[in-house]
């Protein structure tokens, strides 16, 4: 199978999603933080550890949820299983944009009000 270099950029997306998720679901549970998000001096500096986790755990497995269906999508259109059009490629891709901005927002926004 010759895969191009968006199935490999597609099979990323979807593995980081299901990372995400499961991290972001794992780490709510346990009131902790990915160090994917948080660095560990900025953790050390945090004000109240499980706060952060309960408003930016449930967030990441969302963004990861997306991740994983970016990724399904931008597979099955590379191998031709879904075949679609440019326009749909290009709506997946400029949502894949605005959730990440989102969540980027949602980061920074933790740390300015968790991280002294």
Not at 69 to 76: A, C, N, S, T
Request: hydrophobic share 55%.
């Amino acid at each position: 199978m010759d895969m191009s270099f968006m199935t490999i950029f597609d099979i990323i997306i979807l593995a980081l999603g299901a990372y995400l998720v499961f991290a972001g679901i794992k780490n709510y549970i346990s009131h902790k933080i990915d160090p994917m998000l948080i660095t560990s001096d900025e953790l050390a500096r945090c004000t109240d550890v499980e706060a952060l986790s309960k408003y930016l755990m449930p967030k990441t497995a969302v963004f990861g949820a997306f991740c994983i269906l970016f990724g399904i999508q931008g597979v099955l259109n590379d191998t031709g299983k879904m075949p679609s059009t440019q326009t749909v490629n290009v709506i997946f891709l400029l949502a894949f944009v605005v959730v990440w901005v989102v969540f980027s927002y949602f980061i920074r926004t933790a740390k300015k009000k968790y991280i002294q």
